[in-house]
């Protein structure tokens, strides 16, 4: 069985700071792993992915995620926040056992915002 | 552009009125699939189709019926809406159903039922 779990609701950043949205995993298999952000009245978009490989993944608009096996996470983190990255960031994960089934799990979400 | 198109973007309807939600995807993808959204619950899959006429329940199928008689469609359908329907609905599509593909992902329909 899979699972994923995005332990904060709000994450508060200033603008030019460092910001980590924090996303854990659980599968029977090997993880594929996505984070997708989600703007007021759109739907989500894609940020990026880990399927094998480098552990730091990089994606669109300078985020990038770090893949740890060990901790079972998926940390979104990006050097220097923007005003403009406020918005509902999404954790997915698939689990390379699923059984027939591909559908992937998202978490709850986490509404990042971004104090000028 | 390629994109997943959603109609309406906003309804509001009465209980047990029979509604349609269209997605079409111009982009040849094999896998759609319906989420819908709600607050402190995040995403949760209501049907998805591997391919034409192949369809199948996600997590929350009950009242919700879909069809995929063609490859770029993939319409949700509510025969008798409930209140408990209410919600913020994606349509998102995918090139395959393997592990590693994300989804695009509709603008939403916001879905209310009085």
């Known amino acids: 069985a899979q699972s994923v779990a995005q332990p904060e609701d709000q994450v508060n950043v200033a603008e030019g700071n460092p910001l980590t949205v924090k996303c854990t995993y659980s599968?029977?298999?090997?993880?594929?792993l996505f984070w997708y952000v989600q703007y007021p009245n759109r739907g989500l978009q894609f940020l990026l992915k880990?399927?094998?490989?480098?552990?730091l993944v990089k994606g669109s608009y300078g985020f990038e995620a770090e893949f740890n096996k060990s901790q079972t996470s998926f940390h979104l983190k990006k050097p220097s926040a923007l005003v403009s990255d406020s918005a509902l960031y999404f954790c997915?994960?698939?689990?390379?056992?699923?059984?027939?089934?591909?559908?992937?799990?998202f978490g709850r979400g986490t509404s990042l915002i971004v104090h000028p | 552009e390629a994109q997943v198109t959603q109609n309406p973007r906003y309804l509001i309807t009465v209980t047990g009125k029979k509604l349609t939600v269209t997605c079409s995807q111009n982009?040849?993808?094999?896998?759609m699939s319906w989420y819908r959204q709600d607050p402190g619950l995040g995403l949760r899959q209501i049907y998805y189709?591997?391919?034409?006429?192949?369809?199948d329940k996600g997590d929350v199928p009950e009242g919700y019926k879909v069809s995929r008689k063609e490859k770029r469609n993939f319409p949700l359908i509510l025969e008798s809406p409930s209140p408990n329907q209410t919600s913020l609905y994606f349509c998102?599509?995918?090139?395959?159903?393997?592990?590693?593909?994300?989804?695009?992902f509709g603008s939403g329909t916001r879905l209310t039922v009085v």
């Open positions: 880990y399927i094998t490989g480098d552990n």
């Open positions: 189709s591997m391919n034409v006429e192949v369809t």
């Open positions: 599968v029977s298999g090997n993880p594929y």
């Open positions: 982009m040849n993808h094999e896998y």
């Open positions: 998102a599509s995918s090139q395959s159903s393997s592990l590693g593909w994300g989804y695009t």
């Open positions: 997915a994960v698939r689990d390379s056992i699923s059984g027939g089934s591909y559908i992937p799990t």
